[in-house]
């Protein structure tokens, strides 16, 4: 005989069942998750930072994850457009890019700083004891971008100068893609450029200083000389044909690692960072439009 709590058991049961399975068709579907990075650094420092986060990932979501380091920023675009990377780590421009090329996929998470806040800045470093004081002492001289999809690394700095009456290939002896924000900064110290654009979130945390960190440059050798506006602060994004299951499960293992994984957490960020929060594609419309600004600037004067 049926009863209002047998009714209740089969519900839930079912409902149970109908997860697990869920869980399982997904699982199949997806043996294996690709996690891939656009290239701040070198791939070793890229490895070093992210790998505890992919052990946790792994145990997180029960299904193996895989860390990819790209060439450039290029190829995790690439990348997620053709559906072979699930889940990516971008900066802004590189995101708004693979959004206008045709990625099918969706921002969830953004960097948060120490202080709250969701933006971060381009600066341009010259050596602390170089004669130059502002962008127009420069003229003749090399400068270092990153990437073309780079935001504080190229984009902010050409609609910055564009603002300037400054057309760069036509202003500076060279304009030199580094590739990372690792190599523009080396770029400097070597003398390669004059100059070098560069991410810096504050006072206290820049890719300089992760540098200095490490060992590979001293925050005192160099000089900032031109501060952008802020920006908004990085996305991480999966594909949006992903079972909503997975991508719940996926949300769930970032916004918890704190509790669960401090360590994997501040290993990818030494400390200097908050954990993530949620994000959708709508914050990024401004630098999908800035992205178009800067491909029309390139289109009109050949830069």
Known sequence: MLTRR???AAAAAFTLSAGAASAQDWKAQYPELVFAVIPAENASGVTERYTPL????????????TLRIAND???????????NIQIASYGPSSFARAL???????????????DGTK????VLYVKADSPYKSIDDLKGKNLCL??????????????????????????????VYAGS???????VMQGTCDAAFNWWNDEKESNLMRMERKGMAKYADYRIIFTSDQIVNSPLAYLDSLPADLKAKIRDA???????????FDKIYEGKQLVWQPVDNSSYQAIVDLNKFVDDLRKKKGS
């Open 254 to 264: 970032f916004f918890s690692i704190e509790k669960n994984d401090k360590a994997a």
């Open 73 to 83: 920023y290029a190829a995790v675009i690439e990348g997620q457009r053709a559906g």
């Open 100 to 114: 206008m090329t045709g990625a099918k996929i969706e921002a969830f998470a953004i960097e948060v700083n120490q």
């Open 6 to 8: 047998t009714l209740i």
């Open 146 to 175: 990153v990437d073309p999809n780079s935001t504080s690394g190229n984009n902010v700095p050409r609609f910055a100068m564009n603002k300037m009456g400054i057309t760069p290939d036509q202003f500076f002896g060279k304009v």
């Open 54 to 65: 992919i052990t946790y990932l792994t145990k997180q979501l029960g299904t193996k994850v």
């Open 181 to 187: 924000h690792e190599n523009a900064v080396i770029g």
């Open 119 to 122: 933006g971060y800045h381009s």
